[in-house]
């Protein structure tokens, strides 16, 4: 059988998304010690001769957190400015971390409808590729401050799943690897079913495996399995293999790279066109 994995294997131009979920503890705190981790894995494939790009989450969070407000407020111009706040803490927080491994990073913050005019996004991409010819770890957020995801206007993307694959294609990665609480996709909530079966390779997305995400997310961030399916359905229409992991450890990233079963695989399509239902729970 066909080595699903391979392409994996031999990514080079990666996008890790990361959540509200992995980077807290449940208290809302910065969960230092797993962005460190996190900082020195994506250092470590820069090392290999890889390209990383980082798209996170967490600016809002973040900001609360500093400014030791206890509840997430209902105001939309709130929540934007503790976005503001957590943002430039967030960065700071990287810059130290990736700086301990040798590594720059670039703060870049994107709103849909610049993804979406021909020029500015013509700009974006020559930003990305001198940033990573320079050996720079750009730094992907949404711009909350102006697109939010309970704003619900035009111009934003809802959620950094959806933000992630857009990067992955705009810049032609090989490979988006998602990272979230769970070790990968499930075909019942794994949470609240103790036989839930995690499915590991997925050339195709069905109206099943939808059904099977709807409601999985959790409380920390705005999206859930159901935006994962949307990211991965993205990426994998452009030929781009997607790996849902789980962050808890962030050097689980590298042991997908060596080829380790690890999570889920959305298989990328050949020709951009996925016909039938292919899953399987075999990595081979």
Not at 164 to 186: H, N, P, R
Request: with cysteine; proline share 2%.
């Amino acid at each position: 059988m066909p080595d699903v994995r391979g392409k994996v294997r031999e990514a080079r131009r990666i996008v890790v998304k990361v959540g509200t979920s992995t980077l807290t503890h449940g208290g809302g705190k910065v969960n230092l010690t797993r962005i460190d981790r996190l900082a020195g894995v994506l250092s470590e494939m820069r090392n290999m001769g890889r390209e990383a790009i980082l798209v996170t989450s967490g600016a809002v969070g973040i900001g609360l957190s500093k400014l030791r407000i206890g509840s997430r407020p209902k105001a939309i111009a709130e929540q934007q400015a503790a976005a503001a706040v957590g943002q430039c803490e967030l960065m700071h927080i990287y810059s130290r971390a990736f700086g301990d491994y040798g590594y720059n990073v670039a703060q870049v913050l994107l709103t849909r409808d610049v993804t979406e005019d021909a020029h500015k996004r013509g700009n974006i991409v020559n930003t990305m590729e001198s940033l990573l010819s320079w050996g720079v770890i750009p730094i992907i957020n949404e711009n909350d401050t102006v697109s939010i995801e309970e704003l619900k206007a035009v111009g934003n993307f809802g959620d950094n799943d959806t933000l992630a694959a857009a990067v992955s294609v705009l810049i032609k990665a090989d490979l988006l690897v998602i990272l979230t609480d769970q070790d990968g996709f499930y075909d019942s909530d794994p949470r609240k079913d103790a036989g839930a079966r995690k499915i590991d390779v997925i050339r195709d997305i069905s109206d099943e495996m939808r059904g099977f995400a709807k409601g999985a997310g959790s409380k920390a961030g705005t999206g859930g399995m159901a935006t994962k399916l949307e990211a991965a359905g993205t990426v994998m229409r452009s030929g781009i293999d997607m790996l849902l992991l789980n962050g808890g450890d962030p050097k689980i990233i590298l042991r997908a790279l060596e080829g380790g079963d690890e999570g889920s695989l959305f298989v990328g399509a050949h020709d951009g066109t996925h016909e039938g239902s292919h899953v399987s729970t075999h990595d081979g």
